[in-house]
């Protein structure tokens, strides 16, 4: 990868090899899958309520999942159990859809760049985006990983010690892309 900088006319712009790129996309890819199912619109037999709920993203479960990646990505907001069921009832599909339709950004202008020889170019909406699929992405891993703050290692057999390398990787192009961002 060719890191990310800002270019005189304002985008932000990198360069990846296709395996690069397809990993990025395939694990953006993957958060928006998993997300999906969160992202749904809630089944209301009122038309009216249904129109209501899907024009302002409302609609969530009353409890955190039990999948450690899904409950890091769509967290308790408060200490209290029942505020944060509240919480979540109100914002978690809003929420879900945000992080999906970030993940497809990336996926979109990864699709670009496969068209432009590797080079993604962005503008500042869509590094925006990239970075909270990213943090999504690091998040995900994280949990699969067993991560739960910085100095843990995680699980330590073969396959984990790639995912981490990957992890590591993710955090580096973050970076830089913070960086680019910031110039």
Do not use: C, H
């Not at 890191?3 to 890819?29: C, H, K, M």
């Not at 999504?136 to 100095?151: C, N």
């Not at 955090?171 to 910031?182: G, K, P, Q, R, Y």
Request: charged share 25%.
């Amino acid at each position: 990868m060719i890191p990310f900088e800002r270019a005189d006319d304002g985008a932000i712009t990198a360069s990846f090899t296709s395996p690069e790129a397809s990993l990025i996309a395939s694990l953006a890819g993957q958060v928006a899958s998993m997300l999906d199912a969160y992202a749904a619109p809630p089944q209301i037999d009122d038309a009216d309520a249904a129109a209501l709920y899907a024009s302002v993203g409302l609609g969530g479960s009353s409890r955190l999942s039990d999948d450690p990646a899904i409950a890091r990505l769509l967290p308790d907001a408060y200490g209290d159990a029942e505020a944060s069921a509240d919480f979540r009832g109100l914002t978690e599909r809003s929420l879900a859809s945000r992080k999906v339709a970030n993940a497809r950004i990336v996926v979109q202008t990864l699709s670009a760049a496969d068209d432009a020889a590797g080079e993604v170019t962005l503008a500042d909406a869509e590094a925006q985006a990239w970075l909270r699929t990213l943090a999504d992405v690091r998040l995900t891993i994280a949990a699969r990983l067993g991560i739960e703050q910085d100095g843990d290692e995680g699980a330590d057999d073969e396959a984990s010690l790639v995912l981490r390398d990957v992890y590591d990787w993710l955090a580096w192009v973050t970076e830089s892309l913070i960086d680019a961002i910031e110039s």
